[in-house]
């Protein structure tokens, strides 16, 4: 899943990407390379479907959807894009 946003200053991705671990909440992002890298982010608003963050995904940047637990760092995935 691509993330766009031409105007909005915030990012907005599906609440499916959202990674609870410990305290913080991740969201992995795909690489060039094709493999997940989590990053911690700011959550503005989740209505269930759509997260708003202020901080850590990035315009054009892809996200995975539905995390498991083998989706670790640096792990090797295919993507398939989806519009948002």
Do not use: C, Y
């Amino acid at each position: 899943m691509r993330h766009e946003s031409a105007t909005d200053p915030t990012s907005k991705i599906p609440a499916d990407a959202l990674i609870a671990k410990d305290d913080q909440t991740l969201v992995g992002v795909v690489t060039k390379e094709n493999k997940v890298n989590s990053r911690p982010v700011i959550v503005l608003e989740n209505d269930g479907k759509v997260v708003r963050l202020s901080k850590g995904v990035e315009v054009g940047e892809r996200v995975v959807l539905n995390p498991g637990f083998e989706t670790g760092e640096e792990v090797q995935v295919q993507p398939v894009e989806t519009k948002f």
